[in-house]
């Protein structure tokens, strides 16, 4: 339907190459001022690019990202908690970290770059080794990393909503959480030596981000040794855990405005039964 428009210029590469390389390909190949990356599963409202254009408008932000809902909610009870957890990442994390100028990943299915800093970091973004090899994971993370190494804020737009597909199956939802952890994980070191020239609220915000997986680990190992030891009920951990997911689903149901937020506390064993393992 667009081929024939002499507004879009649609580039076909020989061989599937992966995401990081086709997005070098096509912007090497650009001349606008601002790249939007948008992934093949997301849908835009359509005033989107305005908006995100609207905050690209000072010259010191580099990157700036919409707000990410699930367009398959209603499919089945894991969309739903899914699409929970993407207005919690948006609203409470990146919306936290944007107050300080630092989002620290600014999501790939609705991304807007600068690119004349994209120009400049394309060989470090291509070049990124893990383990040795090529990375083909994390790319959105790891270039916003780069974008906050080359000294620009990175912003996230609330009311610039793009709606994208979620696994609607523990099998591949979990996969896509294995993804994700990696690349946490990972670009957090490349993050450590960034953190120093950034808020003392990012630092915090990071260290609490990784340390929070491993603590709450070690709360529910503890708490299988004592029953397989001593036979009795970790009852301390139990209520403790308890009582942060319903302080943490109250505030999010009331900051919404919408109790569905209450039924996120489902989240919470998925996290420690499946997740955490």
Excluded at 145 to 153: E, F, N, P, V, Y
Excluded at 216 to 230: D, I, N, R, T, Y
Aim: glycine residues 6%; charged residues 20%.
């Amino acid at each position: 339907a667009f081929a024939g428009d002499p507004r879009f210029s649609f580039i076909l590469l020989e061989k599937n190459v992966g995401k990081r390389k086709a997005q070098i390909v096509a912007i090497r190949r650009s001349s606008g001022d601002l790249v939007l990356n948008v992934d093949s599963d997301t849908i835009l409202a359509s005033d989107v690019v305005a908006k995100l254009a609207l905050k690209m408008q000072d010259p010191a932000v580099g990157a700036a990202m919409g707000q990410l809902a699930a367009s398959n909610r209603s499919d089945t009870w894991l969309t739903r908690l899914i699409d929970m957890e993407y207005w919690l990442a948006c609203n409470e994390e990146r919306a936290a970290q944007a107050r300080f100028g630092a989002v620290m990943c600014c999501c790939g299915p609705c991304a807007m770059y600068r690119r004349s800093a994209l120009v400049l970091l394309l060989d470090q973004y291509e070049t990124q080794l893990f383990r040795g090899k090529p990375s083909d994971f994390g790319e959105d993370r790891h270039l916003t990393i780069l974008m906050l190494k080359a000294g620009l804020r990175t912003e996230y737009v609330p009311d610039a909503i793009a709606a994208t597909i979620v696994p609607d199956r523990l099998g591949p939802y979990l996969r896509q959480q294995l993804r994700w952890a990696r690349s946490t994980f990972r670009d957090t070191l490349l993050a450590l030596r960034l953190l120093p020239s950034l808020d003392r609220y990012l630092t915090l915000d990071v260290v609490g981000q990784n340390l929070g997986p491993l603590l709450l680990a070690l709360s529910v190992l503890a708490g299988l040794a004592q029953f397989a030891l001593k036979g009795t009920v970790p009852w301390s951990a139990v209520l403790m855990i308890a009582s942060m997911t319903i302080i943490r689903c109250s505030v999010a149901a009331f900051r919404a405005r919408q109790l569905r937020f209450l039924g996120f506390s489902l989240h919470t064993f998925i996290n420690v039964f499946l997740l955490l393992p």
